[in-house]
């Protein structure tokens, strides 16, 4: 069983910066596929990124590459997500999730962390 924990969410105004941070709980995920997942209030989550273990990376959309980054440090067993030039709308809970194998479909991640809130005011 795979347990992670996501920190760093929090209240941005748009056009700034938060960073997530992703670290599992009892069991390495250093050969896994991390992603990040959103959900709005009243709408399905939503695949933002993914980065493979080998450190490839799977954006849902150019919108968003050019703004996040993710990135994975093995060692220390943690992802990140850094979101610049934030917008009201990307406004959600974000969750961490993994899997043995890539998707860009959010609901074939198996593990999940519990979520935190990003909020972004105009």
């Known amino acids: 069983q795979v347990q992670l924990v996501e920190s760093g969410g929090g209240l941005a105004q748009a056009g700034g910066s938060l960073r997530l941070s992703c670290a599992p709980a009892g069991r390495s995920f250093s050969t896994w596929t991390v992603a990040w997942v959103r959900q709005s209030p009243g709408r399905e989550r939503e695949f933002v990124v993914a980065?493979?273990?080998?450190?490839?990376?799977?954006y849902a959309e150019e919108s968003v590459k050019d703004r996040f980054t993710i990135s994975r440090d093995n060692a220390r067993a943690t992802v990140a997500l850094q979101m610049n030039g934030l917008k009201p709308e990307d406004t959600a809970v974000y969750y961490c999730?993994?899997?043995?194998?890539?998707?860009?479909?959010?609901?074939?991640?198996?593990?999940w962390g519990q979520g935190t809130q990003v909020t972004v005011s105009s």
């Open positions: 980065i493979t273990w080998g450190g490839s990376t799977m």
């Open positions: 999730a993994a899997d043995q194998v890539a998707s860009r479909v959010a609901t074939r991640y198996s593990y």
